[in-house]
């Protein structure tokens, strides 16, 4: 690797950290998850507008508790603190970057013994009457993906033209930051995304698996900037 660059680790949280899709969960119990997700998948409603309704159909009552309560029952992949404790040995910074909500995602951080401030996310604000809004605080009007809070921004903001990029992922919300990204460790529909547009991947199922991986191709100098991803990054900073 050239002198001064950095590898720059980047983990979705739902479905990668947390062993479910909490968000998904969250409005399964507490409100109505379809039609409208698979109206999302169609392509019938525009991310923002999907995460605004689903909020508007959560249960009249629900407090701020009951969604940390429901968090703090969801499984974590137990391999995690193996693998931020190996970024932490080789000064790798480590982000988690979701198209869930604080609300949620913060409490299982705090758990974890982890500064929020590595989260990158939506937001979930109450009113007086428990009413939820959602608050998109990276969103961004020039990128088409499904994420109402852009994934691609958030690794252009946080890295230098000539770190390596590490992304690991599962779903759709993945397939653009991923795209951008140097090294892709990928599962579920990220995986078969990255098979069906030949973007070369590591499968993994925990995050054990990833350290091994990163390990290896850390101790074998195999990390390096993927050409296309670079390309991309290029690409977005223009437009941006």
């Given amino acids: 690797m050239k002198n001064g660059t950095q590898i720059v680790v980047f983990s979705d949280f739902d479905g990668t950290i947390v062993n479910k899709d909490i968000g998904d969960e969250l409005f399964r119990v507490f409100g109505e998850f379809e039609p409208y997700n698979s109206q999302l998948r169609s392509g019938d409603l525009e991310i923002r507008q999907y995460w605004k309704i689903l909020c508007s159909k959560l249960k009249d009552g629900i407090t701020k508790q009951d969604i940390v309560n429901f968090a703090l029952e969801q499984e974590i992949d137990s391999n995690l603190k193996t693998f931020i404790n190996f970024c932490n040995s080789k000064n790798i910074k480590f982000y988690i970057i979701s198209d869930g909500f604080d609300t949620y995602i913060d409490p299982i951080i705090e758990q974890l013994g982890l500064n ?52 690991i992922g599962d779903g759709y919300s993945d397939f653009c930051a991923a795209e951008h990204s140097d090294v892709i ?24 698996d990833v350290y091994k991986l990163l390990s290896d191709a850390l101790k074998k100098g195999k990390l390096k900037q993927r050409h296309q991803a670079k390309l991309l990054r290029k690409k977005a900073f223009e437009i941006e």
């Fill in 116 to 167: 929020k401030s590595v989260v990158l996310s939506n937001r979930l604000e109450f009113d007086d009457n428990l009413k939820l809004t959602p608050i998109f605080p990276r969103a961004s009007e020039s990128c088409n993906c499904m994420v109402a809070s852009c994934k691609r921004n958030a690794i252009l903001d946080f890295t230098g033209n000539d770190d390596i990029i590490v992304y």
């Fill in 185 to 208: 460790f990928a599962k579920k529909e990220l995986a078969a995304y990255c098979n069906e547009n030949r973007i070369p991947h590591y499968p993994f199922n925990t995050f054990f």
